[in-house]
């Protein structure tokens, strides 16, 4: 049974480029949420989505934008990277909107220079 | 404000002995869930124990369990028998009222030593 899946498990860009970041689900799951965790700190909420739509978004600017698929896989976009994007993107998977308990990847290390 | 608090930046604790990490949280909410995170060096967040806010009993997993005071709105992690396997970032995590995101509070480094 596979858990969640992440990729690529570290990236490098520089000021001003644009990223994308992968996620497939666990097997049964329909729901992906994307967290960024900074050096240090716990994982902050970026967003959710649910049958293809963004439902719900956290404190983040819309640099950050996602996608989901008809496959339930995700892709995290940041466009015009600060420094301050530096961090570890979580995606995490549930069953529905209202899961029990996440199932977290281990993460995509993004550093921009 | 904050929502989840961990108070304890570090903890030691002797192989085969018995630990708390303290958490106490804030909401207005009457239902939420509380969970708790396990993160190794690996990255990945493994998912340890839950407690629902209208839950009667402390949930148990295993070697864990979750002291929930609700009156004083915590939510202490105990791990018995300490491993060396152990040693990890812990996190206190809570969703309200069936909200769709998790907030974490700021982690707790466990060291098992030998």
């Known amino acids: 049974d596979a858990g969640v899946t992440q990729s690529p498990t570290h990236l490098i860009k520089t000021r001003g480029q644009q990223v994308t970041l992968r996620c497939s689900p666990k097997?049964?799951?329909?729901?992906v949420s994307w967290y960024q965790q900074a050096l240090g700190q716990g994982p902050q909420f970026i967003f959710q989505y649910y049958e293809e739509e963004e439902r719900q978004r956290g404190n983040f600017p819309d640099r950050f934008s996602g996608h989901q698929f008809p496959n339930y896989s995700s892709e995290l976009n940041v466009n015009a990277l600060l420094l301050g994007d530096s961090a570890l993107y979580l995606c995490?998977?549930?069953?529905?909107?209202?899961?029990?308990?996440?199932?977290f990847g281990s993460g995509t290390q993004l550093s921009v220079l | 404000a904050q929502k989840i608090t961990q108070t304890q930046p570090g903890m030691f604790v002797q192989e085969k002995e018995a630990v708390t990490l303290d958490c106490t949280y804030d909401t207005s909410d009457p239902s939420y869930g509380l969970f708790w995170y396990k993160q190794p060096s690996s990255g990945e967040m493994i998912f340890l124990i839950y407690?629902?806010?209208?839950?009667?009993q402390n949930a148990t997993e295993g070697r864990y369990s979750l002291n929930f005071q609700k009156a004083r709105k915590s939510a202490n992690l105990v791990i018995s028998a300490s491993q060396l396997g152990d040693s990890a970032m812990y996190f206190c995590?809570?969703?309200?009222?069936?909200?769709?995101?998790?907030?974490f509070g700021p982690g707790t480094r466990l060291s098992v030593l030998p």
């Open positions: 097997s049964g799951h329909d729901t």
């Open positions: 407690q629902g806010s209208y839950d009667q």
């Open positions: 995490a998977s549930s069953l529905g909107l209202v899961g029990e308990k996440l199932f």
């Open positions: 995590a809570m969703r309200e009222n069936y909200g769709q995101n998790f907030v």
